[in-house]
């Protein structure tokens, strides 16, 4: 399974047994690395909710060729690059809900493949 490199990955091989029993983790450990993930996920949040509110986001259909033309390749271009980290996320998601019996907290394993 090819897992991208960040934060919530970490955090998730962290809830794992055997890493846990490899690297001699405690349990305040894990928590300690799942609140830097979760800290991270909320500060994301956030910015995301400023530009949104912030930003005067306006949800309307602009019927100019060029303007659509830049957006389809812009969206393009975003989703390619999101799909790995999305892609991660879902094996992330399945291997926490086929094998519970390999993490310490499993449903925390499966909530940091969703974010």
């Known amino acids: 399974m090819k897992i991208s490199a960040n934060i919530y990955s970490a ?4 809830l794992l047994k055997a890493n846990k029993k490899e690297l001699k983790m405690t349990d305040s450990d894990q928590f300690d ?3 830097k993930a979760l800290l991270i996920f909320g500060v994301q949040m956030f910015f995301s909710f400023c ?3 912030y930003g005067n986001v306006k949800m309307e259909l602009n019927n100019n060729v ?3 033309l830049a957006l389809i390749f812009c969206t393009l271009l975003l989703h390619l690059g999101c799909i790995p980290g999305a892609k991660s996320g879902m094996y992330m998601m399945k291997f926490a ?3 519970p019996e390999k993490f310490s907290h499993p449903t ?3 909530i940091l493949g969703l974010m």
């Not at 955090?11 to 962290?14: D, N, R």
């Open 11 to 14: 955090c998730y091989f962290g």
């Open 33 to 35: 690395l799942l609140f």
């Open 51 to 53: 530009v949104y509110f």
């Open 66 to 68: 060029t303007l659509q």
């Open 97 to 99: 809900l086929c094998h």
């Open 108 to 110: 925390l394993a499966f």
